[in-house]
């Protein structure tokens, strides 16, 4: 039974254009929510996160979006670059990241030159 | 990099045998997490440690056992280990409890290979 859920296992996007990782996730208990970034031969990467009170995080050219009532994420990176070529994590906790986190399994992101 | 370290890098080993993975936490995290990312899989989580006490188990098996010492560097334990056992092992740390919402910063990983 998962948790937290990324439907799409690969994603491939043009230099330049925006990139939109989806996440879903089933426990309503959740309340803070994080994209991690993973390449081959490293541990993942603290990328953004979003708490439950919010509904839009920014961070430079990563943006987290949360819509409570359909258990919904999503991240944004405009512009992609080649450099964000990875593997992203959306991960969830129940309470406010002092719990371990709930992963997805994760999107491929491939950003062609 | 992240501050938390790993060791050994790689590990291959023989079924039935044990292995010790070792972790070093950020300076001033209290909390050690331990996940396993199998093929194709995200990260699981196995046991959480803070302060020394165990804090959190999630599906470790009961060949797998974990401690925290009192300079907070955390160890993983797996014995009669099976080829199933093969993934890379990460250790995860965070303050826990000192600011509202605290993300954990992940470490390079363990590789474990069973042959």
Known sequence: DQQVKQNSPSLSVQEGRISILNCDYTNSMFDYFLWYK???AEGPTFLISISSIKDKNEDGRFTVFLNKSAKHLSLHIVPSQPGDSAVYFCAASADSGNTPLVFGKGTRLSVIA | DSGVTQTPKHLITATGQRVTLRCSPRSGDLSVYWYQQSLDQGLQFLIQYYNGEERAKGNILERFSAQQFPDLHSELNLSSLELGDSALYFC???????????????GPGTRLTVL
């Open chain 1, 38 to 40: 993973k390449y081959p």
């Open chain 2, 92 to 106: 995860a740390s965070s303050v826990v409890g000192l600011t509202t919402y605290n993300e954990q910063f992940f």
